[in-house]
T-cell receptor, first 113, second 115 residues
């Protein structure tokens, strides 16, 4: 069936390093993608999104890359900080499905001081 | 995710009781979504509602679960005769519409524990 999945369940980085979190999706009809950050005991927090007619989008310290050829999405975090430690989820949406999001399993990012 | 209000934040119910979870969307948002998150897992879509209408309930269990979004008041997710497997975090999200670029924002969740 259609699914969104993440390559790595955990990622440990040193403070100040760059982090890259990857995501694979299989629904070629998906045309909108979102990255969320979830801290323990809290709800998903929007980080950045990208539409399928783009291949790159930058925010503050974060960049999302979309490769539709191989159905791959990545989140890059520059100069990772301890406050970035959380679980990161990618999600996909097909607009004609009423905005329903399909989430990946999640990657836990741990930042070592 | 500021603005999507959920309550209660934590709820404990005995098996067989009913659980009611409430969600007030962000101001100006008319679309509400409910998701469930089991421990160590991602969020799973349950239902999508607009005012007084259920648009997509493809993720809702066939029995015991129901949702509504009345003309006035919050959206309600109702779980009847709860079982231990219902223990999870339930997240509500809202958006102004489902057009391109309208981000879906989440609340802080309601943690249901069935004992």
């Amino acid at each position: 069936g259609e699914s969104v999945g993440l390559h790595l369940p955990t990622l440990s980085v040193q403070e100040g390093d760059n982090s890259i979190i990857n995501c694979a999706y299989s629904n070629s009809a998906s045309d909108y993608f979102i990255w969320y950050k979830q801290e323990s005991g809290k709800g998903p927090q929007f980080i950045i999104d990208i539409r399928s007619n783009m291949d790159k989008r930058q925010g503050q310290r974060v960049t999302v890359l979309l490769n539709k050829t191989v159905k791959h999405l990545s989140l890059q975090i520059a100069a990772t900080q301890p406050g970035d430690s959380a679980v990161y989820f990618c999600a996909e949406r097909v607009d004609n499905q009423g905005g329903k999001l399909i989430f990946g399993q999640g990657t836990e990012l741990s930042v070592k001081p | 995710n500021a603005g999507v209000m959920q309550n209660p934040r934590h709820l404990v119910r005995r098996r067989g009781q009913e659980a009611r979870l409430r969600c007030s969307p962000m101001k100006g948002h008319s679309h509400v979504y409910w998701y469930r998150q089991l421990p160590e897992e991602g969020l799973k879509f349950m239902v999508y509602l607009q005012k007084e209408n259920i648009i997509d309930e493809s993720g809702m269990p066939k029995e015991r679960f129901s949702a509504e979004f009345p003309k006035e008041g919050p959206s309600i997710l109702r779980i009847q005769q709860v079982v231990r497997g219902d223990s999870a975090a339930y997240f509500c999200a809202s958006s102004p519409a489902v057009n391109s670029g309208n981000t879906i924002y989440f609340g802080e969740g309601s943690w249901l524990t069935v004992v």
